[in-house]
């Protein structure tokens, strides 16, 4: 599994146990990438604790849900954008412009798109959530 299909089903994880209610979800091999993803989700409100258990087999990665997330998704393929094309790809994402963030990894690691603008940097884009 590649770390690009390892953020795609953290997502569908995340969606699935999100619909259905739950208040815990786990996520299953570890990464770093998605690790980072959910450490900006959890600075932006939208999942409450994170915590990383290493069973030997890859890890996983344990999340408390708040019922805060209305949907989040990988972008795929992660384009990689300039500062100044941020916003045309935040609007195609998003369905307002004040709900939700897109998630980026820029050089100075993974970021929103409204810290991407504060730092006037660009990026890769990996996910949305709103």
């Known amino acids: 599994m590649t770390i690009a299909d390892s953020l795609v089903g953290s997502f569908t994880t995340i969606m699935e146990n999100e619909l259905r209610?739950?208040?815990?979800?786990?996520?299953?091999?570890?990464?770093?990438?998605?690790?980072?993803?959910?450490?900006v989700m959890q600075k932006q409100g939208y999942i409450g604790e994170i915590e990383l258990v290493d069973n030997g087999r890859g890890g996983k990665i344990k999340i408390q849900l708040l019922g805060r997330i209305n949907n989040c998704g990988s972008i795929r393929p992660h384009f990689p954008v300039t500062r100044d094309e941020t916003e045309e790809w935040v609007r195609s994402f998003l369905p307002s412009r004040d709900l939700g963030v897109?998630?980026?990894?820029?050089?100075?690691?993974?970021?929103?798109?409204?810290?991407?603008?504060?730092?006037?940097?660009?990026?890769?884009?990996?996910?949305?959530?709103?």
Do not use: M, Q
């Not at 209610?21 to 690790?35: D, F, H, M, Q, Y």
């Not at 897109?102 to 890769?124: D, F, M, N, Q, Y």
């Open 102 to 130: 897109v998630i980026l990894s820029t050089s100075a690691g993974v970021v929103t798109h409204h810290e991407a603008r504060e730092k006037k940097i660009g990026g890769a884009l990996l996910a949305f959530v709103y």
């Open 21 to 39: 209610g739950n208040r815990e979800c786990t996520i299953t091999p570890a990464s770093k990438l998605v690790a980072s993803v959910l450490r």
